[in-house]
């Protein structure tokens, strides 16, 4: 089912790049926080899902990338979900990644990620690719 097209609200640059800090990776489970200057402070994340959801729901909010097709679900909406404290984006960095999505088409995302510690960019055309960029990253010998 096609989504609405609504008409595009100027979403400033600094908005259209959000940078994950991980501080955990053990067991590829991953942990966190972002930041985005759409936030008043860092948003915490305890495992893939949440930062999945927490992304999607920023670029909700900004309408940018506009979302080209509505998502599919097996009845009411999802419940919102919190995190306790900030125990999940506590702690040193293992690894900075600067995120910029410039699609959300095909029911996925694509764009670009800078690895900071490396100075690397390379593009993704989904977010499972993302995913795997970012795993690549996390599960390099130190």
Do not use: C
Not at 41 to 55: A, I
Not at 101 to 110: G, I, L, N, P, Y
Not at 114 to 140: G, I, N, T
């Amino acid at each position: 089912m096609e989504k609405k097209m609504t008409t595009p609200q100027f979403v400033p640059y600094e908005m259209k790049t959000t940078k994950i800090v991980v501080t955990s990776y053990q067991n590829r489970q991953i942990r966190g926080r972002l930041s985005n200057p759409y936030w008043k402070e860092d948003v915490p994340f305890e495992n893939l899902m949440q930062l999945l959801l927490q992304l999607e729901s920023l670029y909700d909010a900004l309408n940018f990338p506009q979302q080209a097709m509505e998502q599919r679900s097996f009845g009411a909406e999802a419940a919102k979900f919190e995190t306790a404290g900030a125990p999940a984006g506590a702690g040193k960095p293992l690894a900075t990644f600067l995120v910029s999505v410039m699609f959300r088409q095909h029911a996925s995302w694509q764009g670009r990620m800078v690895w900071k510690e490396r100075e690397v960019e390379a593009q993704f055309r989904s977010a499972l690719e993302l995913m795997f960029l970012m795993d690549s990253a996390l599960s390099r010998p130190v």
